[in-house]
Each structure stands twice: as structure tokens, then as C-alpha cells.
Nanobody
């Protein structure tokens, strides 16, 4: 399955971006979908997970209150709305799933997931 992220770009501090995740030709409706981000030289950080069935949503501490994840099953897409962006949010953002769990286990290490997109760069200028 091919996962695709989009929506990254350059934004000023305090600004907003909305990232999208989809899998052309593959139905993501049944699976928990995760967002991670990575800064060069650092471990990939889990920032959000949205479940498919029980409605549970999780956020990493660094983004709580600023980022909102949602999904539109009719469009086969998952979104990450990022508000009040800070320079430290600068990273490559990835969408990930294991095509197994329908509900999120929480924010877990990236090694739990096998299916990843190529990422989209988000740069926040000060």
C-alpha cells in the first residue's frame, strides 16, 4: 500500500497548516492512522493517532491544544490541522499505519508501524 502525505510548506511562527494523508486505491477506513515527525538527527516523534472504530484520539504532549487530527472516510483521508505553529515544529511529518489495529494504542514508538508515507516538510520561521 502506498501512503501519501501532503500539505507541508513554509509558514511563519503562529501560523497554521493542514496536512493530509491518503492511500490511493486502498481503504484506510478500518485502521488507526498515526502522525509522526522527525527532525534530522533525532528520533521520530509520535504526535497523533486517530482510531477507526472507537473514536479515540491521542496527541503527544508537545502538540496538545494546538494540533487537531480528523478523518473523512468518504474521501479516504486523514487530516492534521496544525495551529499556533512554532519554529520547533519544523520537521518532516509522516503518516503511518500497521494495517492491523483499528483503534489507537496511544502514542507509541514509531517501530510499531510498518507502513509509512514519504513525508512532507513543514518549516516554521521565527
Amino acid at each position: 500500500v502506498q501512503i501519501e502525505e501532503s500539505g507541508g510548506g513554509l509558514v511563519q511562527s503562529g501560523g497554521s497548516l493542514r496536512l493530509s494523508c491518503t492511500a490511493p486505491g486502498f481503504n484506510l477506513d478500518y485502521y488507526a492512522i498515526n502522525w509522526y515527525r522527525q527532525i534530522p538527527g533525532k528520533e521520530r516523534e509520535g504526535i497523533s493517532c486517530i482510531s477507526a472504530h472507537d473514536g479515540s484520539i491521542y496527541y503527544g504532549d508537545s502538540v496538545k491544544g494546538r494540533f487537531t487530527v480528523s478523518r473523512d472516510n468518504a474521501k479516504n483521508m486523514v487530516f492534521l490541522q496544525m495551529n499556533s505553529l512554532k519554529p520547533e515544529d519544523t520537521a518532516v511529518y509522516y503518516c503511518a499505519t500497521d494495517l492491523n489495529r483499528s483503534n489507537c494504542p496511544g502514542i507509541v514508538p514509531h517501530t510499531w508501524y510498518a507502513y509509512w508515507g514519504q513525508g512532507t516538510q513543514v518549516t516554521v520561521s521565527s
